[in-house]
C-alpha cells in the first residue's frame, strides 16, 4: 500500500534533547496529521495542520504544514520519557477521503 | 467513555475460518475508517464510511473482506476464509463532519489479528 517517506526511522535521544522529524510525499496533501502510537493502542491524534506554511504547537510540540503541501516536520523540544513511542504523520490526498500514513519514526529516550 | 471502541481486541483464529470486528464510533461522528496495520508499518487505508455509505474501498480491500455500516453508527469488518497474511492489527477511526478544525480522525484501540 502507498505509504508516506518519513525520516528518521528511529531515534535514540537523551532526555532534554530536542527532536526532529519529517515526512515527505510525491503527492500534495490538504491536511497533515501527526500521531504517537505506543504498543497496543491505536495512534492519538498530538498535531493537524490545514494549509500550506501552518506552523501549529501543542506543548512541547511544533510541527508545520510544507509550503509544497508535500510535507511536513514535527519537533518535540526537551524531551522526557513518556515521549517514548512511535509518532506518525498522516496526510490527505487531495480530492479523496483516504489518509495515508508515514512509515513512523520510533523514539526512544534515554533518562 | 466517549472514545471509539473496538471489539473484540485480539482475536486468535485459525486459517480458513471467517472473523468479524465490530466499530463503535464517537457520538455523532458520521464518518468512518477501517485500516490495517502490520508489525513495524503505518496503518493502510481500508475503507471509508460516511454515515451508511460506503464512499471509499482500498484495492487492499479483496473479495474476502467486507465492511458494513447498516444504520450509520456501528460498523463491522468481516474477513472471509482467513489465511495468516490477514493477521494484522485492524484499526477503526472516525470523525465529524462539521467544523473543520475538527477535520480529523480519532482512532479506536484496534482489534489484533492472529491467523495461525
Known amino acids: 500500500g502507498q505509504q508516506l517517506n518519513q525520516s528518521p526511522q528511529s531515534m535514540f535521544i537523551q532526555e532534554g534533547e530536542d527532536v526532529s522529524m519529517n515526512c515527505t510525499s510525491s503527492s500534495i496533501f490538504n491536511t497533515w496529521l501527526w500521531y504517537k502510537q505506543e504498543p497496543g493502542e491505536g495512534p492519538v491524534l498530538l498535531i493537524a495542520l490545514y494549509k500550506a506554511g501552518e506552523l501549529t504547537s501543542n506543548g512541547r510540540l511544533t510541527a508545520q504544514f510544507g509550503i509544497t503541501r508535500k510535507d511536513s516536520f514535527l519537533n518535540i523540544s526537551a524531551s522526557i520519557p513518556s515521549d517514548v513511542g512511535i509518532y506518525f504523520c498522516?496526510?490527505?490526498?487531495?480530492?479523496?477521503?483516504?489518509?495515508?500514513f508515514g512509515t513512523g519514526t520510533r523514539l526512544k529516550v534515554l533518562a | 467513555d466517549t472514545g471509539v471502541s473496538q471489539d473484540p481486541r485480539h482475536k486468535i483464529t485459525k486459517r480458513g475460518q471467517n472473523v468479524t470486528f465490530r466499530c463503535d464510533p464517537i457520538?455523532?461522528?458520521?464518518?468512518l475508517y477501517w485500516y490495517r496495520q502490520t508489525l513495524g508499518q503505518g496503518p493502510e487505508f481500508l475503507t471509508y464510511f460516511q454515515n451508511e455509505a460506503q464512499l471509499e474501498k482500498s484495492r487492499l480491500l479483496s473479495d474476502r473482506f467486507s465492511a458494513e455500516r447498516p444504520k450509520g453508527s456501528f460498523s463491522t469488518l468481516e474477513i472471509q476464509r482467513t489465511e495468516q497474511g490477514d493477521s494484522a492489527m485492524y484499526l477503526c477511526a472516525s470523525r465529524p463532519e462539521w467544523a473543520r478544525v475538527s477535520d480529523t480522525q480519532y482512532f479506536g484501540p484496534g482489534t489484533r489479528l492472529t491467523v495461525l
Open positions: 457520538s455523532e461522528h458520521n464518518r
Open positions: 498522516a496526510g490527505q490526498l487531495t480530492g479523496t477521503y483516504k489518509y495515508i
